[in-house]
């Protein structure tokens, strides 16, 4: 059994009068050793991730161009499907096809610029940052006793609407 916990290193026993400085500095050196080894393992389990990540990234990527081979001969099938059943011309089958297509690239088009007008870019962010400048140039006083994420939030202007 260890006579003083946290002298040297762990589980080493040594003489029994200890000064409250030594004490201290080996609380001090232990507590910088446990946050070594907490980022040591922080950093290894964020590598195993990424890993992981980037072989799933992967993956999704091989099955994105299989579904796009996918949706070409799935293309191909319905024109030539409206060709023989409906009695169309090939040209106006295909034709068809590829309008459809057309239609929907245009729709989500359409609201992609519409997400993109609905942005409202940084706002909070930017009320945050010109607060903190105020309150360190000294314009403005620091809110007491109160959230400054709340303050901010209540400051933060209505977003326009279109």
């Known amino acids: 059994m260890v006579d003083k916990p946290g002298a040297g290193q762990p589980g080493a026993a040594s003489d029994s009068d200890r000064s409250i400085g030594e004490l201290v500095s080996d609380a001090t050196d232990n507590l910088s050793r446990i946050v070594r080894l907490e980022i040591k393992l922080a950093k290894l389990e964020a590598k195993a991730d990424a890993v992981k990540i980037g072989k799933s990234l992967g993956?999704?990527?091989a099955a994105a161009f299989v579904l796009h081979l996918v949706l070409i001969l799935f293309s191909v099938t319905v024109g030539l499907f409206l060709a023989e059943v409906a009695g169309w011309a090939f040209w106006l089958s295909f034709?068809?096809?590829t309008g459809?297509?057309?239609?929907?690239?245009?729709?989500?088009i359409l609201v992609a610029v519409i997400n993109l007008k609905r942005r409202q870019g940084l706002a909070r962010t930017a009320v945050t940052t010109s607060r903190l400048m105020g309150i360190l140039r000294g314009e403005i006083r620091p809110p007491r006793g109160t959230d400054?994420?709340?303050a901010a939030e209540s400051e933060t202007p209505a977003p326009a609407g279109r």
Do not use: D
């Open 95 to 97: 034709l068809t096809v």
């Open 148 to 150: 400054v994420e709340a």
């Open 59 to 61: 993956e999704f990527g």
């Open 100 to 108: 459809f297509y057309l239609l929907i690239a245009a729709l989500l």
